[in-house]
């Protein structure tokens, strides 16, 4: 079974500031990590994603997240926030075999304060 | 390039009435998987189809079922609706050789009275 926690469920940040958003997984194999965004009344959008490879993700937008293992963590981060990044974010994890039935955290809401 | 679209944006309905909710795939995208999100939550894994045949169910009861059309268009059905079925349904499509690359579409929100 796999499951993800994502600490804080609301992030309020100024313009300019660093974005982080933080997300814990578990998964008994190796897996896929995946950030969305969704803005209000939209689905979801893909941010960027983990599968294999370079553990430092670069996704659209500016946004990046880093897969540590040992850490059982991928947490992403922004360096400058603008007032378009406010939305919820959600961290999802699926194993390699079922990548498209993935297991989603509870979102974090993110603020931008001008 | 069509995106993936869902129908309809919105819809209510009443305990125990039946729903069928209808997704139209990416162009090419040939796996189709649905989720439920209900408020302040992230979306749940109902099932996922390929092939025109259910290919893997979370956790949700047999009155939740699919179909999958040979234009790789979808639908979900929901039978004897409950209060707590309300939620928005998203779809999700994407090519069964890449299916980490999902891509979902607006939405149905059901709210069920």
């Known amino acids: 079974a796999q499951s993800v926690t994502q600490l804080g469920s609301h992030v309020s940040v100024s313009e300019g500031a660093l974005v982080l958003l933080r997300c814990n997984y578990s998964s008994s194999v190796p897996p896929y990590l995946f950030w969305y965004v969704q803005y209000p009344n939209q689905g979801l959008q893909l941010l960027l994603k983990y599968t294999t490879g370079a553990t430092l993700v670069k996704g659209i937008n500016g946004f990046e997240a880093e897969f540590k293992k040992s850490e059982t963590s991928f947490h992403l981060t922004k360096p400058s926030a603008h007032m378009s990044d406010a939305a919820e974010y959600f961290c999802a994890v699926s194993d390699r075999t079922n990548a498209g039935k993935s297991t989603f955290g509870d979102g974090t809401t993110l603020t931008v304060k001008p | 390039e069509t995106g993936v679209t869902q129908s309809p944006t919105h819809l209510i309905k009443t305990r125990g009435q039946q729903v069928t909710l209808r997704c139209s795939s990416q162009?090419?995208?040939?796996?189709v998987s649905w989720y439920q999100q209900a408020l302040g939550q992230g979306p749940q894994f109902i099932f996922q189809?390929?092939?025109?045949?259910?290919?893997g169910r979370g956790n949700f009861p047999p009155r939740f079922s699919g179909l999958q059309f040979p234009n790789y268009s979808s639908e979900l059905n929901v039978n004897a609706l409950e209060l707590d079925d309300s939620a928005l349904y998203l779809c999700?499509?994407?090519?069964?050789?890449?299916?980490?690359?999902?891509?979902f579409g607006p939405g149905t929100r059901l709210l069920v009275l």
């Open positions: 999700a499509s994407s090519f069964a050789s890449a299916q980490e690359t999902q891509y």
């Open positions: 189809y390929y092939r025109e045949e259910e290919n």
């Open positions: 162009s090419g995208h040939n796996t």
